[in-house]
């Protein structure tokens, strides 16, 4: 008799097998490589994410006047810092009070300044404003100005007042005054950060964040670094200069770090961090050493 040519029952089912094995090693890799694929894809994005924020604050921080870390809007530390931003031009030279006595200057709620411009340039600049006044020994005050007057034809002089605060710095010569911005960022209790411009409100720059964490980075004359977690005080301001086991040290620049996570495939989270530092701002004629209160 003739056999029939064709699989048994027995081949079959151990082709059946193999293909099954050969299939799972095969779908395993797929969803492994699918897997690692999306792990990548959210830390590229949380990495992407962090960039840009530690971008914007850089590059605003890069622009604060003269290197001057400050506590207004908020009290600069770990997780927060405030700086002020140049919002006009060079500034104006600050003139002594007509008795010459420093007392009267210190606790008076104007000033005058000299200026080659006219009442309406100065007013449309100035008026309504917030203003940095600091003088040749590197202490500075800001001030809200709400009325900007001339102090007689031809004297290019002006008179700007700031009720709502006496001014807290002496007089020098090379006293200047110059328009500002104070700007202030920091981490909110929601894991957003937050800008907030002088006594404005607050405004939301990213989400979802999961830790900020700012450094301060003092250092010594032969460049030797010191690292902090809070900026040098002095009386609870801030301070560029200081000294640091003994020796002097300087406010070189500021270090901030952003965490953030990423949701990946089975809810997992992929968390990334990113860092960026600026160098603090000098000027040979002028740099802020401390941005005392008004009373």
């Not at 931003?85 to 008795?99: F, I, R, T």
Request: aromatic letters at 6%; glycine letters at 10%; one cysteine or more.
């Amino acid at each position: 008799m003739r056999r029939n040519s064709g699989l048994t029952l027995i081949e079959t089912l151990i082709a059946l097998f193999i293909f099954g094995i050969v299939a799972t090693i095969a779908t395993t890799g797929v969803v492994n490589a699918l897997r690692v694929q999306a792990t990548n894809e959210a830390a590229a994005s949380a990495q992407a994410k962090l960039r840009r924020i530690t971008e914007v604050f850089t590059q605003e921080l890069r622009s604060a006047v003269l290197g001057g870390v400050t506590n207004h809007p908020y009290t600069s530390g770990t997780t927060q810092i405030s700086f002020v931003l140049l919002d006009g031009g060079a500034g104006y030279q600050v003139l002594p009070h007509d008795s010459g006595n420093n007392n009267s200057f210190v606790n008076s709620t104007n000033v005058q300044i000299l200026a080659a411009a006219p009442l309406s340039q100065v007013r449309a600049e100035l008026d309504d404003s917030e203003v940095l006044m600091v003088n040749a020994n590197g202490d500075a005050v800001i001030l809200n100005i709400t009325n900007v007057t001339e102090r007689g034809s031809g004297k290019n002089t002006f008179n700007l007042v700031h009720p709502a605060c006496d001014n807290t710095i002496d007089f020098t010569t090379n006293t200047l005054i110059m328009k500002v911005r104070s700007i202030g960022i920091t981490l909110g209790a929601d894991g957003s950060l937050y800008q907030r411009d002088g006594v404005g409100a607050e405004i939301p720059l990213a989400f979802d964040l999961d830790g900020l964490r700012l450094d301060y980075v003092y250092q010594q004359a032969d460049g030797t670094p010191h690292v902090l977690s809070e900026p040098e005080t002095e009386g609870g301001v801030p301070v560029r200069d200081s000294t640091i086991g003994g020796r002097p040290v300087t406010l070189a620049r500021v270090q901030m770090t952003v965490s953030a996570s990423e949701p990946s495939v089975g809810g997992r989270m992929v968390e990334r961090s990113y860092t960026g530092q600026v160098e603090m701002a000098t000027n040979r004629s002028f740099q802020i050493k401390r941005v005392v209160p008004c009373d």
